[in-house]
């Protein structure tokens, strides 16, 4: 059974823009900034700190909702849930000795709702769209979103529109309208999803929870770094490898950090943070490569990591200023190494990767190579989806049982 969360205190003073700093009022309904940047929430985190322990927080449920004082949902009979489980970390000490390299961990979110991490994202998104009165939620999809809106909004009597590129995973466009959004498939990439949602929305009356255009699925993307600190002893790994598309994951844990450091729950001390995006689809790369503030659009993306394959982010600026301050980077790679990484983690140490969580480890032995990665580091890798959820190689020998079996050729 679900337990019963307890209602705490909550501690959301604002909203702010994440370009100027203007300020928003909490507890009304935002999508963008003026200037069309993410709102990000704010605490009043001397408060935060004083009202809680780690000590109260370990002899919580191990779920992401022990974590309660640092997010914003204020009343908790608007929680939707549907068991947030902390994931685990899972060392590849086969692999790691195979490089001759420290430490090497995976962080399992494929055992979140949905089987990925964008249920993090979205259950925070859609208890406050509930907290707040939102009838009608759109989204612009890889695939993994849209299943983890819907699954949550049919929970929580919310109509969901859901928009996917036409050759989104077909699992994935399958689940979304099993679990009751309106579901569509178009010609275009998700950027060109998402102009369908921002331009239809006020005539349908659309919420729009395109990536980063509400304040909340950064709270709850938020919450893989609290979890993975906590975790780890309240310490953080040297460095993170984060599979990036929006990059709301690898922002979310970066403000995660500063929100630890400010209690005073961690030191400095931050991980190097590495985007890893796929070759086909890098804009993220050729930016960091160009000491740009921002992206360009990439044209013709592609890649067999759907949820990496996004042209353009809304949050590029925040993904480079956080990769650059972590003292990491940005890389590439290419899709054969991708398949063959998550082949070897499979086969190694029999962790099913998703191809995004590959790439993840394809980018740690790429650059254990070239050296931007030493093998002392403590490297923690993002597998943010079940490997169940993709298309596998076929497999299996027909054996007739109307013959005898001949063991040798076995
Ligand atoms: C969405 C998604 C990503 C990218 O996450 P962002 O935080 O949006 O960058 C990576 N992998 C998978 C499987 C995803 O669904």
């Known amino acids: 059974m679900l337990n019963q969360i307890t209602d705490t205190p909550t ?45 109260a927080i370990a002899a919580r449920v191990p779920e992401f909702w022990r974590y309660r004082e640092f997010l914003p949902v204020r009343k908790t009979a608007n929680i939707v849930r549907l068991g947030e489980v ?40 859609v208890s406050m769209a509930k907290e707040l009165g939102v009838k009608r939620m759109a989204m612009p999809t890889n695939g993994n979103a ?39 498939l178009v010609n275009g990439l998700i ?7 921002g331009e239809g929305k006020d005539a349908m009356e659309w919420f729009d929870t395109s990536t980063l ?4 699925r950064i709270e709850g993307k938020k919450t893989m770094g609290l979890e993975l600190a906590e975790q780890l002893g309240w310490e953080v790994p040297d460095i993170i490898f984060y599979p990036t598309g929006g990059g709301t994951g690898l922002i979310g844990m970066w403000k995660a950090f ?20 796929a070759a086909g689809c890098a804009p993220i790369v050729r930016a960091f490569e160009a000491g740009a503030d921002h992206a360009e659009r990439w044209e013709d993306a592609q890649t067999v990591a759907a949820g990496i394959r996004v042209p353009a982010a809304v949050g590029d600026f925040l993904i480079l200023d956080a990769v650059r301050k972590s003292g ?12 063959a990484a998550g082949e070897e983690v499979a086969k190694t140490e029999g ?19 070239s050296g931007r990665v030493e093998a002392n580091e403590r490297a923690l890798l993002f597998n943010c989806a079940t490997g169940l959820k993709y298309p596998m190689p076929e497999a299996g020998i027909r054996l007739d049982i109307t013959k005898e079996v001949d063991y040798d050729l076995l």
């Open 11 to 55: 501690f959301v003073t604002h909203l702010e823009c994440s370009q100027t700093g203007k300020i928003y009022a909490a507890d009304q309904l935002h999508g963008l900034s003026e200037t069309g940047k993410p709102l990000l929430v704010r605490y009043d985190l001397d408060a935060l700190g004083k009202a809680v322990t780690k000590k």
């Open 86 to 125: 902390m994931t685990p970390i899972i060392p590849l000490p086969a692999i790691a000795k195979k490089l001759g390299a420290g430490e090497i961990l995976v962080k399992d979110e494929g055992r979140l709702p949905t089987g990925s991490f964008k249920a993090r994202g979205l259950a925070l998104a």
């Open 146 to 184: 849209g299943a983890a809106l819907a699954a949550y909004c049919s929970r929580a009597g919310i109509e969901t529109y859901v928009f996917c590129p036409d050759d989104t995973p077909e699992i994935n466009v399958r689940e979304i309208a099993l679990q009751g959004a309106k579901t569509y």
């Open 191 to 197: 950027d060109q999803c998402g102009r369908i949602v």
């Open 213 to 216: 255009k509400e304040p909340y």
């Open 258 to 277: 500063e929100e630890l450091e400010a209690i005073g729950w961690i030191g400095a001390k931050r991980p190097r943070m590495v985007a890893v995006q």
């Open 328 to 339: 990491g980077f940005a890389c590439a790679v290419a899709d054969d190494a991708i398949i």
């Open 351 to 369: 962790l099913m990767l998703c191809p995004e969580g590959a790439a993840t480890f394809a980018a740690y032995k790429q650059e254990l190579s």
